[in-house]
């Protein structure tokens, strides 16, 4: 493979790249989005919650019995909090019972009389003995009183009591249980950790494809960029060691193209980033049909260089548009000069021409075009055609 050939496989690698890239860009290839760093940084991150969850599993044990012992921990936490509830409300009762116990006093018996008496009213005899009566009545609710108070006390106290150790014993149950728990776990919680575990290793096995296609990217495309320099180098090598070649075509066009226009064309080759450029020039630019004249010097420079090879095609094949808007004066020149070129560089020079486009009146004095033609194809009768079709 040539130099051209490479560089042109190479120009259409980084065109796929750099339409890879673009396409990234938008948001066609989601999984190639972010940069390696930022990929290698989830990759780390995921790389520990893995291996995190993995140390969980391996040392995860299931209990048989996890859930009855939830429910009966949860049942045990309901009842505790049952008692506490019913505790305060009783503690909050045997304080009131027990200030009232200290505030219950009997009034002083003679209290009442000694008003009176400061007052210089006497007592009558009956109202002293009604308020007797009233006095021992009194005594006997502060009595009856006082015996509810301490009664409900002592009841409130026993129950708070036999509660607060029913509370430290399902505590203590609960806690046997909870510590079974925090030890073991249950089949499901299992089942979802493989399931957690599971998707955190696709995740990380993802993030490494994403950072290896990533990386493969910017590798074809520094590997593209050294190879283009390393066969930019080589061109601009060749370029010097063909110079003999290079500057037999430009004499062989410079002289086609002089034949034509009695001026010297250009053929001007350059070594450019994308390998080899060619370019023809023709200062006669006011004249018609120069740009298919340059294609045929060009064409006729290459036939000539071909013929001295010895894998050539042998011919060299125009047709009739070669001559499309050229003047007959140099139609005329062109066709004398593919006639002697071919006669001298022994290849077969082949055109398509209508016979009302031949410059019959233009051809230099001696010339004829009549020898070299091989085939006339009309209309007028059946073996006027080529391969059936009709002229």
Same mark, same amino acid.
């Given at each position: 493979?040539?130099?051209?050939s490479?560089?042109?496989?190479l120009?259409?690698?980084?065109?796929v790249?750099s @339409?890879?890239?673009?396409?990234i860009?938008?948001?066609?290839?989601p999984?190639l989005?972010g940069?390696v760093g930022?990929l290698?940084?989830q990759k780390?991150r995921? $790389?520990?919650?893995?291996?995190r969850r &993995?140390e969980e599993l391996?040392?995860?044990?299931? /209990?048989?019995?996890?859930?009855?012992? @939830?429910e009966?921990?949860n049942?045990?936490?309901?009842?505790i909090?049952?008692l506490?509830?019913?505790? *305060?409300t009783?503690?909050?009762?045997?304080?009131f019972?027990?200030?009232?116990?200290?505030?219950?006093r009997?009034?002083e018996?003679d209290?009442?009389?000694?008003?009176?008496?400061?007052?210089?009213i006497?007592?009558p005899?009956?109202v002293?003995?009604r308020?007797?009566?009233?006095?021992a009545? /009194?005594?006997?609710?502060i009595v009856?009183r006082?015996?509810f108070?301490?009664?409900e006390?002592?009841?409130?106290?026993?129950?708070?009591?036999q509660?607060?150790?029913?509370? %430290?014993?399902r505590?203590d $149950?609960?806690?046997d249980?909870?510590?079974?728990?925090?030890? /073991?776990?249950?089949?499901?919680?299992?089942t979802?950790?493989?399931r957690?575990?599971?998707?955190? +290793?696709?995740?990380?096995?993802?993030?490494n494809q994403?950072?290896?296609?990533?990386k493969r990217i910017? $590798?074809?495309?520094?590997?593209?960029?050294?190879?283009r320099?390393?066969l930019?180098?080589?061109a601009?090598?060749?370029?010097?060691?063909r110079?003999?070649?290079?500057?037999r075509a430009?004499?062989?066009?410079?002289?086609?193209? @002089?034949a034509?226009?009695?001026?010297p064309?250009?053929?001007i080759v350059?070594?450019?980033?994308?390998?080899?450029?060619?370019?023809?020039e +023709?200062? %006669? @630019?006011?004249?018609q &049909?120069v740009?298919?004249?340059?294609?045929?010097c060009?064409?006729?420079?290459?036939?000539?260089l071909?013929?001295a090879?010895?894998?050539?095609? &042998?011919?060299?094949? /125009?047709?009739?548009?070669i001559?499309a808007?050229?003047?007959e004066?140099q139609? *005329?020149h062109?066709?004398?000069?593919?006639?002697?070129t071919a006669?001298e560089?022994?290849?077969?020079? +082949?055109?398509?021409?209508?016979?009302?486009? +031949?410059?019959?009146?233009?051809f230099?004095e001696?010339f004829?075009?009549q020898p070299?033609v091989?085939?006339e194809?009309?209309?007028?009768?059946e073996n006027g055609g080529?391969l &059936?079709?009709r002229y």
């Amino acid at each position: 493979m040539g130099v051209p050939s490479k560089l042109q496989k190479l120009k259409d690698q980084e065109k796929v790249v750099s @339409q890879l890239r673009a396409a990234i860009k938008a948001g066609t290839f989601p999984d190639l989005l972010g940069t390696v760093g930022e990929l290698e940084s989830q990759k780390v991150r995921l $790389e520990e919650l893995v291996a995190r969850r &993995g140390e969980e599993l391996r040392s995860f044990r299931v /209990h048989p019995q996890y859930q009855e012992y @939830q429910e009966q921990a949860n049942v045990l936490q309901s009842a505790i909090r049952q008692l506490n509830q019913e505790n *305060a409300t009783d503690g909050a009762m045997l304080s009131f019972y027990q200030e009232s116990l200290v505030q219950e006093r009997p009034p002083e018996a003679d209290s009442l009389s000694e008003v009176y008496r400061e007052a210089g009213i006497a007592w009558p005899a009956a109202v002293r003995k009604r308020l007797e009566d009233v006095q021992a009545f /009194h005594d006997r609710v502060i009595v009856n009183r006082r015996a509810f108070l301490e009664t409900e006390t002592s009841r409130l106290t026993r129950a708070i009591a036999q509660r607060t150790v029913e509370i %430290r014993k399902r505590s203590d $149950e609960r806690a046997d249980l909870l510590s079974v728990l925090n030890t /073991h776990g249950a089949l499901a919680e299992y089942t979802e950790m493989q399931r957690l575990q599971s998707e955190g +290793i696709a995740k990380l096995s993802a993030v490494n494809q994403r950072i290896a296609n990533l990386k493969r990217i910017d $590798e074809v495309k520094s590997q593209t960029r050294i190879e283009r320099e390393q066969l930019q180098i080589l061109a601009r090598s060749l370029y010097e060691e063909r110079r003999a070649g290079r500057e037999r075509a430009i004499s062989l066009f410079n002289g086609f193209s @002089q034949a034509l226009y009695s001026r010297p064309g250009e053929l001007i080759v350059d070594v450019v980033e994308g390998g080899y450029r060619f370019n023809v020039e +023709i200062e %006669r @630019q006011d004249s018609q &049909g120069v740009e298919q004249m340059k294609v045929f010097c060009y064409d006729l420079t290459l036939a000539t260089l071909w013929a001295a090879r010895r894998a050539t095609p &042998g011919f060299l094949l /125009h047709d009739s548009t070669i001559f499309a808007d050229v003047d007959e004066r140099q139609k *005329a020149h062109a066709l004398e000069l593919a006639a002697r070129t071919a006669g001298e560089q022994g290849f077969q020079y +082949i055109c398509c021409l209508n016979s009302d486009g +031949i410059p019959q009146e233009d051809f230099s004095e001696g010339f004829s075009l009549q020898p070299y033609v091989r085939i006339e194809l009309t209309d007028e009768g059946e073996n006027g055609g080529l391969l &059936g079709i009709r002229y």
